[in-house]
């Protein structure tokens, strides 16, 4: 049983933890009192060690020139594309966008972060304000959380009703069918983080003063509630995990492999006009899984 969350990182803390950085862009590590690397991403992980950087770097960049193919097939065929990027707190969602991201042409190509919804919004009907965000012809829209909010945060934390929920849950598969009947692509990301690695994630952004501003209230209050956000998963796994709109689950303790399988995943699905298809390959059956084989994760 893991300690409360609050305990944690008072006993880290109190104890002499320090956060260490590399100096090349790379995340940081927490560090015990010996000096030495905490390395809970080892935890049920496929891989005793994390990817080389310059590997990863070298992988990278030609992951993203061929997102660049990519997007300059969408613009001249006018397709339209939605990413939804969902998973447990600290998991590497945004770290993973900012990569699709980093060369995208942002005429195009734009990320949808939603915050606490408006009076007048929750006076609407529950999809209306994503419905407001989604592509036109020739763009890709980026979603960092998205309408499955309701599924978790939402659900685990009781900001909606049982009516609500249980509203959503029907709808959001056909409301999906739709998006692909009009003709979108729809992508959907889950990504996975063991309990161990998530904490200690959130111990480097309390303790680094850079990072600090990444750890709410709202982060504190949902670490001690593990359990209940991975009954919500499940759930959401079984009703929305559809033929016709799946989810994806990825791995993300190492976040490097992480970020290119998503890449990889994404680019796998689509035949775009010069398509490298020895760089682009297929995704790391170690990581990546249709979405109702993570349940469990």
Known sequence: ?????????DDL???????RHDGHGSDPDLIDPGGDPIETWRVDYPYDSR????????????????????????????????????????????????R????????????????????????????????????????????????YNRAGVERVMGFCSDAEYEMFMRQAPLFEEMLIESGMSLTKLWFSVTQHEQRTRFAIRQIDPVRRWKLSSMDIASLDRWDDYSDAKEAMMLHTDTDIAPWTAIKSNDKKRGRLNALRFFLS????????????GFPDPKLVRRGRESIGD
């Open 51 to 98: 990817m080389d950087r310059a590997v990863y770097e070298a992988e990278k960049y030609r992951l993203q020139v061929e997102l660049l193919k990519f997007q300059y097939w969408a613009q001249d065929s006018g397709t339209r594309h939605v990413v939804l990027f969902e998973g447990r707190d600290a998991a590497g969602k945004g770290g993973t966008i900012k």
């Open 1 to 9: 049983m893991i300690q409360n969350f609050r305990e944690y990182l």
């Open 269 to 280: 699905q689509f035949d775009y006009s010069g398509k490298d298809t020895a760089v682009v």
């Open 13 to 19: 803390i109190h104890s002499g933890y320090t956060v």
């Open 100 to 147: 699709f991201t980093e060369h995208l042409n942002p005429r195009t190509a734009r990320v949808v972060a939603l915050t606490k919804p408006t009076e007048t919004e929750n006076g609407q009907w529950y999809f209306q304000r994503y419905v407001e965000h989604l592509p036109t012809a020739g763009e890709i829209v980026l979603f960092d959380r998205s309408w």
